[in-house]
T-cell receptor, first 114, second 114 residues
Framework: GAGVSQSPSNKVTEKGKDVELRCDPI?????LYWYRQSLGQGLEFLIY????????KSGLPSDRFSAERTGGSVSTLTIQRTQQEDSAVYLC????????????FGPGTRLTVT | AQSVAQPEDQVNVAEGNPLTVKCTYS??????LFWYVQYPNRGLQFLLK??????LVKGSYGFEAEFNKSQTSFHLKKPSALVSDSALYFC????????????FGKGTMLLVSP
């Protein structure tokens, strides 16, 4: 079946511009996660959506970052006024939900801020 | 707070030899433990998980991992390495009690030489 998809695969933007990254989770998965992967830094948790519950935004690094999930499916991560330190690969994952379920990852969006 | 340590940035092994990628963790309650693999320019792929039951867990591509509660470890193993196993491996943990996000280690690069 279809896996997690993300778009765009690559995004180059100028410092100060806003960007939107999209994630389409696996159909039927109630949980959706965003992570950031920087070179040599492992995965940094950003935000978590579970069903209709309020999202866990505890990992968002600043108020320039926000995310929404419409209709319990597609999610958009928005970064306002991008900075060079925002350059990274942004990974989305989904799972059936619950703490014991494994997450399935998309291919990521490579963001470069010039 | 929960944490994961992968003490080796890189592991080198010859094809056909056994491999071990180390992981130790820290959580307040009982752990849920996961291993993921990332091939170049790809998202993370789930390999295996420990939730409960047998301490030896078998996963994809011939990999297995042993949960050791006393040593708080979850080392990844394979009896005979393949060149195609060369990739970046991530260990991850979450607390089985209540709500917690998944915490990833920084990753270990496995290089299998012909």
């Amino acid at each position: 079946g279809a896996g997690v998809s993300q778009s765009p695969s690559n995004k180059v933007t100028e410092k100060g511009k806003d960007v939107e990254l999209r994630c389409d989770p696996i159909s039927g998965h109630t949980a959706l996660y965003w992570y950031r992967q920087s070179l040599g830094q492992g995965l940094e948790f950003l935000i978590y959506f579970q069903g209709n519950s309020a999202p866990d935004k505890s990992g968002l690094p600043s108020d320039r970052f926000s995310a929404e999930r419409t209709g319990g499916s597609v999610s958009t991560l928005t970064i306002q006024r991008t900075q060079q330190e925002d350059s990274a690969v942004y990974l989305c994952a989904s799972s059936l939900g619950g703490t014991g379920y494994e997450q399935y990852f998309g291919p990521g969006t490579r963001l470069t801020v010039t | 707070a929960q944490s994961v340590a992968q003490p080796e940035d890189q592991v080198n092994v010859a094809e056909g030899n056994p491999l071990t990628v180390k992981c130790t963790y820290s959580v307040s309650g009982n752990p849920y433990l996961f291993w993921y693999v990332q091939y170049p320019n790809r998202g993370l792929q789930f390999l295996l998980k420990y939730i409960t039951g047998d301490n030896l867990v078998k996963g994809s591509y011939g990999f297995e991992a042993e949960f050791n509660k006393s040593q708080t470890s979850f080392h990844l193993k394979k009896p005979s390495a393949l060149v195609s196993d060369s990739a970046l491996y991530f260990c991850a943990v979450r607390d089985s009690r209540g709500y917690s996000t998944l915490t990833f280690g920084k990753g270990t690069m496995l290089l299998v030489s012909p």
